[in-house]
């Protein structure tokens, strides 16, 4: 099997002026290429800062990390944002939609950056997600709306728009009724299943979690 990430990490630090916290010490992480993985552990130890090291939105650690063979630190400017646009999905914590904009734009925003054949592809796939995880009805709504566990919905899709080979995903299930949170865990698995995408879940919910290939687990040290 194939690594596509590759990671070590020394150290990471948070710090302002009365406190310094030293994160993910001397931590690693080796992931194949269709993998399933799920991080848990208590708050505060580390995971979605894991997250935003693997999704290149967070370059300030003390460590190595090579993504699909390429050293990160060698990777620049259009390179990298079209790798978090288009090979990377990231399903963050409901915050991370955009309150001036409608769910459906919000939706289809990483297709705004999308080259032309990409976005016609995507588009069509659009219209399965929408459908799949049940959220047509609140399309022309704004997140402020909407309940939580539709915006989870909605970050979710906007996640997996592009058919990203790597999906990042914080608390996907967090505030999802059992139903839903089926839907969810199905549509990534079946990613997973249908086009070997590599599935890195951050979760509290060890039911999830053990559904994944491997779960690693953070902690303090």
Same mark, same amino acid.
């Given at each position: 099997?194939?690594?596509?990430?590759?990671?070590?990490?020394?150290?990471?630090?948070?710090?302002?002026k009365?406190?310094?916290?030293?994160?993910?010490?001397?931590?690693?992480?080796?992931?194949?290429?269709?993998e399933?993985?799920?991080?848990v552990?208590?708050? =505060?130890?580390?995971?979605?800062?894991?997250?935003? &090291?693997?999704? +290149?939105?967070?370059? @300030?650690? /003390?460590?190595?990390?090579? %993504?699909?063979?390429?050293?990160?630190?060698?990777?620049?400017?259009?390179?990298?944002a079209?790798?978090?646009?288009?090979?990377? =999905?990231?399903?963050?914590?409901?915050?991370?939609? &955009?309150?001036? +904009?409608?769910?459906? @734009?919000? /939706?289809?925003?990483?297709? %705004?950056?999308?080259?032309?054949?990409?976005k016609?592809?995507?588009?069509?796939?659009?219209?399965?997600?929408?459908?799949?995880? =049940?959220?047509?009805?609140?399309?022309?709504?704004?997140?402020?709306?909407?309940?939580?566990?539709?915006?989870s919905?909605?970050?979710?899709?906007?996640?997996?728009?592009?058919?990203?080979?790597?999906?990042?995903?914080?608390?996907?299930?967090?505030?999802?009724?059992?139903?839903?949170?089926?839907?969810?865990?199905?549509?990534?698995?079946?990613?997973?299943?249908?086009?070997?995408?590599?599935?890195?879940?951050?979760?509290?919910?060890?039911?999830?979690?053990?559904?994944?290939?491997?779960?690693?687990?953070?902690?303090?040290?």
């Amino acid at each position: 099997m194939t690594d596509i990430i590759n990671l070590s990490i020394k150290e990471k630090v948070y710090q302002d002026k009365k406190t310094k916290l030293s994160i993910l010490n001397d931590f690693k992480l080796e992931v194949h290429a269709g993998e399933k993985i799920a991080i848990v552990g208590e708050s =505060g130890v580390g995971k979605s800062s894991l997250l935003n &090291i693997i999704g +290149l939105l967070d370059m @300030d650690y /003390i460590g190595e990390y090579a %993504l699909w063979n390429t050293p990160t630190g060698k990777v620049r400017g259009k390179e990298m944002a079209r790798w978090r646009n288009e090979k990377i =999905g990231f399903v963050l914590q409901e915050s991370a939609l &955009i309150n001036s +904009l409608t769910i459906e @734009d919000n /939706i289809k925003l990483p297709l %705004l950056y999308a080259e032309s054949t990409k976005k016609k592809l995507r588009l069509e796939d659009y219209e399965k997600v929408v459908d799949e995880i =049940g959220i047509r009805s609140i399309l022309k709504k704004k997140p402020l709306e909407c309940s939580g566990g539709q915006r989870s919905r909605a970050v979710f899709a906007r996640g997996i728009i592009m058919k990203p080979e790597i999906i990042l995903s914080d608390e996907p299930t967090a505030s999802l009724d059992v139903e839903n949170r089926e839907r969810i865990v199905n549509l990534l698995f079946h990613m997973n299943k249908e086009f070997n995408t590599t599935i890195i879940t951050v979760t509290h919910d060890l039911e999830v979690a053990n559904r994944h290939d491997r779960v690693i687990r953070l902690e303090r040290r």
